[in-house]
């Protein structure tokens, strides 16, 4: 297959993307079905387009085509296949090419599982899809061409992938995060959708909502999986958290949980219409912005892609149409949307309202502390940098208090509850948690430590309260169901979420509270210990990989004289980047520990730099992350969320515009 090939399918997928655009919006405004329908089969063809590009440029990666020049600077022909495969998205121009076929493959969902939405609907929010499309389409045919040669003298040998990308998180991490990305555009769709045609209505968010709890699913396990892939590879044992490119996958996620939220009390209650369009405008907004800050040049950052700054000028516009214009058209039609629910001040509604505040106003304090430093830089203010200090200082306060929502707005009701008869109900819980909390540091680590108690506390809190109320609810529920079976599976869903919530919160304060790190120096039969553990440097032997040369490092682990494990740790130098090192720690993982070791430079004497790290509870971090996908795919389980009934379809269709 020809680079060419490739090339000119994009050029069709453009003018069928555009197909997308105009025609059903055509149809819609004639009340043409023949041009509405085209919709679902301009998505199909859209998509097939879009894959023969994508196979012409997996097959050239494959063949080591080194003419292609994405293949030249991102490949190697020792690179082991499934490495070259995931170096399709591992540069600036195939990761937009696995963009656009993650966001064609949204559409031909969406084509096949709405089939039982009212036409017009179906055509309005592919048409939206559609826009999209062709925004990243023109992006990549002007700007990023995926299948530019370098002719007529191609290199003989690629430049070999970044060691850091050489990983299998690598081969996982960037489409699960594309695929939560790129589906909060079905969210924003649907919304835009119901604004264009004044239905903001009840059955919208019904349709929405588990798109947008299956993008939030996947957008979950590609932050855990980033979040492992950066402590298991940068070699230095932390859980990268705050580093501006990770920040740019993070504020959609706060924002897409807070309009599944949102969406909820939509479906169930009509409530909160403006405010659950404006969430699906925002999720996807933060997606767009996300794209700009790793595609733009702006930021500095080992996810980030040397980019031509003059390619985020192209995508700073594209933002700003698809928000200024999502924007204004909320402004012309929001507003005339009238609220008929009625709730108490102690009801789910308003804890629901509450959390997503928090929620956003923690997606808003993450966003300035990304932007500012550019937004100085760019005023010539000097350069500034925000860390830690300032994100943990605003978001744990926000965490705190949403923790302690979460444990309260499950056990109320719809419309209204007893304020007394919650909270005596959730006494117990509340007790427990305390107790668990203060016994906890003295238990674990045999002194006192305040973020300690406040994590285990708000953990417990949660785990209880969730406890006392699945038992209510089961008592409570209708007796002709047997068991577990009494509640829904969106119930269950909403509970695994909350509680994996939970466990990333006790593994990042506990991690943060009691790592122990060593920079040490260790010769040959040097024993150096950490965290009561031992251990005993053998020195090290020099291996070969497919392509790299490493000295791999032996250390036996034990405690109390019994061992425990060999690590071995690597430093290893890729043939291709001989001027590059890369550290391949080691890691004993455990589900109450880790013990992280990392060769340094060597030393005099056959002697090593080694870095020790004993992380407890890290690992709660990505098992609360995995948790919480679990929930959402529990949720969507659910059959309220199949296909709906005639009469609700029917009802949508005649439906007044607002």
């Not at 013990?595 to 890290?618: M, T």
Request: proline share 5%.
């Amino acid at each position: 297959m020809t680079p060419e090939l490739g090339h000119f399918a994009l050029i069709l997928a453009l003018l069928l993307a555009l197909s997308q655009t105009l025609l059903p919006a055509v149809g819609v405004f004639r009340g043409s079905e023949i041009l509405m329908s085209s919709a679902r089969s301009l998505a199909v063809g859209l998509l097939v387009m879009v894959s023969i590009a994508f196979a012409v440029l997996a097959h050239a990666f494959l063949t080591n085509d080194f003419s292609v020049a994405i293949v030249s600077s991102q490949s190697n022909s020792e690179l082991p296949w499934y490495y070259q495969f995931a170096a399709v998205w591992g540069g600036h121009e195939g990761s937009l090419l696995l963009w656009v076929w993650i966001l064609s493959v949204w559409s031909v969902a969406v084509a096949i599982f709405s089939r039982h939405l009212p036409l017009d609907m179906v055509a309005r929010v592919l048409t939206v899809m559609g826009a999209i499309a062709v925004g990243f389409l023109l992006f990549m045919i002007m700007t990023s061409n995926p299948f530019a040669r370098i002719l007529p003298n191609p290199p003989l040998e690629g430049s070999d992938l970044n060691p850091l990308l050489q990983d299998p998180g690598m081969v996982i991490h960037p489409p699960m995060l594309y695929f939560g990305y790129v589906g909060f555009s079905v969210a924003f769709a649907f919304a835009i959708a119901a604004l264009w045609s004044g239905r903001l209505d009840s059955a919208w968010a019904r349709w929405s909502r588990p798109w947008s709890i299956v993008a939030w699913m996947f957008l979950s396990v590609g932050i855990t999986l980033g979040s492992w892939w950066a402590y298991s590879v940068l070699g230095w044992g932390g859980w990268w958290f705050w580093d501006p490119v990770e920040n740019a996958s993070f504020m959609p996620w706060l924002v897409g949980t807070a309009l599944i939220h949102s969406l909820a009390v939509t479906d169930k209650r009509g409530a909160f219409k403006s405010w659950t369009v404006l969430l699906a405008i925002f999720a996807f907004s933060l997606s767009l912005l996300g794209t700009f800050l790793v595609r733009s040049g702006v930021l500095t950052s080992v996810h980030s892609f040397a980019a031509d700054p003059a390619r985020g000028v192209f995508i700073l516009a594209f933002l700003a149409v698809v928000i200024g214009g999502s924007l204004t058209l909320y402004a012309l039609r929001a507003p005339v949307v009238i609220g008929t629910a009625v709730y108490t001040w102690f009801s789910r509604e308003i804890f629901l309202l509450l959390n997503n505040v928090l929620l956003l106003t923690a997606a808003l304090s993450v966003l300035c502390g990304t932007l500012f430093p550019l937004a100085v830089d760019a005023l010539h203010l000097g350069k500034y940098s925000v860390g830690p200090p300032y994100f943990n200082a605003v978001f744990v306060p926000l965490i705190s208090i949403l923790l302690v929502f979460l444990g309260i707005g499950p056990g109320t009701n719809w419309k209204g509850s007893r304020a007394q008869d919650v909270l005596r109900r959730l006494l117990p819980a509340a007790i427990a948690s305390v107790i668990v909390g203060l016994v906890f540091p003295f238990a674990y680590a045999g002194h006192f430590h305040w973020g300690v108690v406040l994590t285990v506390t708000l953990a417990g809190w949660v785990l209880f309260s969730s406890i006392v109320e699945l038992r209510n609810k089961l008592r409570n529920a209708p007796s002709k169901v047997v068991g577990l079976r009494r509640l829904t599976p969106a119930y269950y869903g909403m509970l695994i979420a909350h509680l994996g919530f939970a466990a990333s919160v006790v593994g990042v304060g506990l991690t943060t509270t009691y790592t122990e790190e060593r920079d040490i120096r260790l010769a040959i039969g040097e024993h150096a210990q950490i965290a009561g553990y031992d251990l005993l440097f053998s020195g090290t032997t020099q291996v070969r990989g497919p392509n790299y040369i490493a000295e791999r490092g032996l250390l036996t682990l034990s405690r109390d004289g019994k061992t425990i494990a060999e690590l071995h740790p690597e430093k290893r130098r890729y043939n291709a980047r001989r001027d590059q090192m890369m550290t391949e720690a080691a890691v004993d993982a455990g589900l109450s520990r880790d013990i992280y070791v990392a060769l340094g430079e060597p030393l005099e004497g056959g002697a090593w730099a080694v870095r020790l790290h004993y992380k407890p509870f890290v690992r709660w971090i990505w098992l609360g992350g995995l948790l919480m996908a679990v929930g959402g795919a529990t949720a969507v389980a659910d059959k309220r969320y199949r296909l709906q009934g005639k009469k609700e379809v029917a009802a949508a269709t005649v439906a007044t515009p607002v």
